[in-house]
């Protein structure tokens, strides 16, 4: 476990986990993680796991965007075209973006566990940026 307390008073390792927890209730864990990176200058684990988190919100929110945008796009176009096909590959489109989201859900998962016991997990590519960025 990590010792220590983070600016707002917390154990270090409570503190990075609610950077995770926290976005499973109304975004509360990105508006956590953003205080953490603004108030605490000086503990590594929970810096790293706030902008973890942050980044693998961002990463969320920008693939689901995307997908929307793609998948109005191949639908519209079936449309037009009067083909059911383009309605298909709409559908799979979001197929791919739910599988995607759930690989998303289980790494904040695992990250939180990770967290708790006081451990830097670097997600694969998000991980790196944050640790770069929290230092």
Do not use: W
């Not at 973890?52 to 961002?58: P, R």
């Not at 997908?67 to 298909?88: E, K, Q, R, T």
């Amino acid at each position: 476990m990590s010792a220590g307390k983070t600016a707002l008073g917390l154990d270090n390792n409570i503190g990075a986990l609610i950077c995770y927890v926290g976005n499973v209730v109304c975004a509360l864990g990105l508006i956590y993680s953003i205080v953490v990176l603004v108030t605490d200058k000086t503990n590594k684990l929970p810096r790293f796991h706030a902008m973890q988190s942050i980044l693998l919100t961002a990463t969320s929110i920008v693939l689901y965007i995307a997908a929307v945008i793609v998948s109005m796009v191949i639908f519209a176009i079936g449309a037009a075209l009067n083909s059911s096909l383009f309605g298909i590959l709409s559908m799979l489109v979001y197929l791919v973006v739910l599988v995607i989201g759930i690989g998303l859900f289980v790494f904040m998962v695992i990250s939180a566990i990770k967290a708790f016991q006081g451990e830097v997990y670097k997600i694969p590519v998000i991980g790196n940026f944050a640790d770069k960025f929290s230092n």
